[in-house]
């Protein structure tokens, strides 16, 4: 068998449509133009470039990007005080703190400072706790889970009533995958550094999720026949045939699996160009969110 490739880069290319399609459509109706800030603490230079990413995209999508960067010295109360003009700012719809922050910065209090309408990065605990309950909706999904689960849906995979395994249990990705999963009806196992014998659980799997961060430690006989393979890492490996003098890998062994998958996301051009996209997404919703309140206030 040979599996299906889940195309991430094109899959992101419409999503992004859809938003470009949606920020006009919004300009045209109301004369509003949503507006994202980022928030960057020193001059960390992979955080520079994700940022750099993020504000490219913004301006690719029409949505106006304003910048911030404080000194790498920056104190706590510099920091939070920023967010809380952004939080008052009416033309910031969204909020986008770029992690990890100086290792003397707190990071928890300045996640909860961001206004939970304009926390389009998801990780407010009044977001992720409505992620966890039954019946609650999050305003805002963490942008590379809700990555993985548009990727799964519009490649029709059939989540409900699936076994899902998601190796990996960060904040950021293994956790909320796993509560947007069981909010689809799947049965969700969540395996991390302390499982025991995960293969025993990873070959029951139906959806498999990785996202650990290990190069390549998922092989081809821990994966069920057929299943969908979901590969969130990112690692670097030794590669001297390379320009940069490496190569990028997921956590899955990406060869073996395609013998054994049904579907697989490859690394780079799976997860990857989701997440950006996702959170441009979220920044178009929170300004639906601002235009409605002023309606609300308006009426
Ligand atoms: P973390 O390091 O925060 O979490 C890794 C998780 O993997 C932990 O829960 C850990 O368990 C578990 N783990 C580690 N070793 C093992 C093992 N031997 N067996 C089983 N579980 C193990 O990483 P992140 O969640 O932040 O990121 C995971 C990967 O996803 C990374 O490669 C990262 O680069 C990538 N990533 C990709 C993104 C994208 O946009 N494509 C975005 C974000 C991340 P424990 O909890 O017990 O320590």
């Not at 955080?47 to 960067?69: A, N």
């Not at 799964?152 to 950021?172: D, M, P, Q, W």
């Not at 030794?238 to 579907?263: H, I, Q, T």
């Amino acid at each position: 068998m040979t599996a299906k490739i889940i195309d991430g880069t094109k899959i992101a290319a419409d999503v992004r449509e859809e938003i470009r399609a949606g920020v006009k459509a919004m300009q045209e109706r109301y004369g509003y133009t949503p507006g994202l800030a980022t928030v960057l603490v020193g001059e960390d230079p992979a955080s520079q470039s994700y940022v750099g990413m993020k504000q490219r995209m913004c301006q690719e999508l029409g949505i106006r990007s304003i910048g911030h960067t404080l000194p790498a010295d920056a104190t706590q109360e510099e920091v939070e005080g920023l967010v809380r003009e952004l939080n008052a700012d009416p033309d910031v719809n969204g909020i986008l703190v770029q992690l990890p922050l100086p290792g003397h910065l707190e990071e928890e209090p300045v996640l909860n400072s961001i206004d939970l309408e304009k926390d389009v990065d998801g990780f407010h605990p009044v977001n992720i706790g409505r992620l966890a309950m039954k019946g609650r909706e999050p305003l805002f999904i963490p942008c590379t889970p809700h990555g993985v689960m548009v990727l799964l849906e519009r490649s029709g995979v059939k989540i409900s009533g699936a076994n899902a395994v998601v190796v990996g249990r960060s904040n950021i990705v293994g956790l909320p995958v796993a509560m947007l999963l069981q909010k689809a009806n799947a049965t969700v196992s969540i395996c991390h550094s302390r499982t025991q014998d995960l293969a025993a659980y990873t070959r029951n799997a139906d959806i498999l999720i990785a996202a650990i961060g290990r190069a390549q430690m998922l092989t081809g006989d821990m994966i069920k026949p057929g299943a969908t393979v979901i590969d969130v890492g990112v690692n670097r490996v030794e590669d001297p045939s390379a320009k940069r003098g490496y190569r990028l890998v997921g956590d899955v062994n990406y060869e073996e699996a395609l013998e054994v998958a049904g579907a697989i996301t490859p690394v780079p051009g799976g997860v990857g160009p989701m997440t950006i996209a996702m959170l441009m997404k979220n920044t178009l919703r929170a300004a639906e969110i601002a235009l409605a309140g002023r309606e609300r206030v308006a009426s």
